[in-house]
């Protein structure tokens, strides 16, 4: 069977520090990836996604970044964290081909002080 | 430009009783649709979903229909339970946009006993 890890479940971190939330799926391969952020109070908002190792596509532009190095392996990054990055950040992935199916991660809850 | 929305951010009612939770969509290029459940500090879950080919779809206590002309869904409850308390989810899809989920605010059903 599929799962998808996702860590840390929750950090702090202070203004101006670097970012690095990992997303790994097992069971699957060539999986699409996406990285989602619930602001407080707001809707899920779709921040990057791949369709390939290398491939990310950014959907806002922001103070993030995205990166994956293997096929089941999906980087979230910052080099300088600002306070409008707190929120609650989600990996989830999906069979290519499929318009249905997105399975999520259990979040990072990501608090910049 | 929020394409999908949910304009009730809460909605209460009482254990026994039929939950409607509501979603409007402004893209007529959304082809699927999708419930989404999530418990606080983890990754929403797949509920139900439908296909823009059809007008309701079924699945024990929970019924999504789709007004096409109307552009508008709705997720049906019934009956409700107090584990239904949850943040709900609407989200859409389109082929010529890669399946990519777009997702609406959500909607904070709680089911008092």
């Known amino acids: 069977s599929q799962t998808i890890h996702q860590w840390p479940a929750t950090l702090v971190q202070p203004v101006g520090s670097p970012l690095s939330l990992e997303c790994t799926v097992e069971?699957?391969?060539?999986?699409?990836l996406y990285w989602y952020r619930q602001a407080a109070g707001r809707g899920l908002q779709l921040l990057f996604y791949?369709?390939?190792?290398?491939?990310i596509s950014s959907e806002v532009p922001q103070n993030l970044s995205a990166s994956r190095p293997q096929d089941r392996q999906f980087i979230l990054s910052s080099k300088k964290l600002l306070l409008s990055d707190s929120g609650f950040y989600l990996c989830?992935?999906?069979?290519?081909?499929?318009?249905?199916?997105?399975?999520f991660g259990s979040g990072t809850r990501l608090t910049v002080v | 430009d929020q394409q999908v929305k949910q304009n009730s951010p809460s909605l209460s009612v009482q254990e026994g009783r039929i939950s409607i939770l509501n979603c409007d969509y402004t893209?007529?290029?959304?082809?699927?649709f999708l419930w989404y459940k999530k418990y606080p500090a983890e990754g929403p879950t797949f509920l139900i979903s439908?296909?823009?080919?059809?007008d309701k779809n079924e699945d024990g206590r929970f019924t999504v229909f789709l007004n096409k002309s109307a552009k508008h869904l709705s997720l049906h409850i019934v009956p409700s339970q107090p584990g239904d308390s949850a943040v709900y989810f609407c989200?859409?899809?389109?082929?010529?946009?890669?399946?990519?989920?777009?997702f609406g605010e959500g909607t904070q059903l709680t089911v008092n006993p």
């Open positions: 791949s369709v390939g190792i290398g491939q």
């Open positions: 893209n007529s290029m959304f082809d699927y």
């Open positions: 989830a992935w999906k069979r290519q081909l499929l318009n249905y199916g997105y399975t």
């Open positions: 989200a859409a899809s389109a082929k010529t946009s890669g399946s990519r989920l777009t």
């Open positions: 069971g699957t391969s060539n999986p699409n």
């Open positions: 439908i296909s823009s080919i059809k």
